[in-house]
């Protein structure tokens, strides 16, 4: 199976490097932009199956996608929780004086909301369980960086500081096949 791994497009700028999580919002002018660029990029492939984050950014991403109408919009695809860290930065999250950073998994444990292992479980069962099952050869999915780098963590056996260390900008895409366990270089389309 072919996995196609698009990273939603560029969000408004208040939201730029924060730890946006389940915040839904939505994309900047350039975002929209980048999601035209990208749906013109893969108007001629045909996707057996498209699944997308079902927060705003993700599905404004999608909507230029001529398959749109065919997607699955799922919980399943979304960024981790931060809980009450949410759009925050990491300075202003230091600034709190609530939490130090010591290392990269002490300072992901110690942030609000989803427990990373629940999340890390997640994506190892959307990807490696539910998608496997699928009767399906090209599939899109819509989703959000840290997901991408966590897949790329389980498939890749890296440590998340390593798969965290990956840049995966806005608008960027992967393609993960399934048969041969590798991941194509990242592309990115603008921005």
Request: one cysteine or more; proline letters at 1%; hydrophobic letters at 40%.
């Amino acid at each position: 199976m072919k996995i196609t791994l698009v990273r939603h497009t560029e969000v408004e700028e208040a939201y730029h490097k924060k730890y946006n999580g389940h915040i839904d919002i939505g994309l900047s002018k350039l975002g929209q932009t980048q999601s035209k660029m990208l749906g013109e990029y893969f108007q001629d492939e045909v996707f057996d199956l498209v699944y997308c984050s079902d927060l705003k950014r993700a599905k404004e991403t999608l909507a230029a996608f001529r398959q749109k109408k065919d997607a699955v919009y799922t919980k399943k695809l979304r960024e981790k929780s931060w809980g009450k860290h949410e759009g925050l930065s990491f300075d202003a999250i230091i600034a709190q004086n609530e939490i130090t950073y010591e290392n990269f998994e002490q300072w992901i444990n110690a942030l609000d909301g989803e427990p990373y292992e629940e999340y890390i479980a997640r994506i190892k069962e959307f990807f490696l369980t539910f998608l496997a099952k699928q009767d399906a050869q090209n599939v899109l999915v819509v989703t959000h960086a840290g997901v991408i780098r966590v897949l790329m963590a389980i498939v890749q056996e890296l440590s998340l500081e390593e798969a965290f260390c990956i840049d995966v900008p806005y608008s960027a895409f992967v393609v993960y096949d399934t048969n041969l366990k590798t991941f194509s270089t990242i592309k990115c389309k603008l921005g």
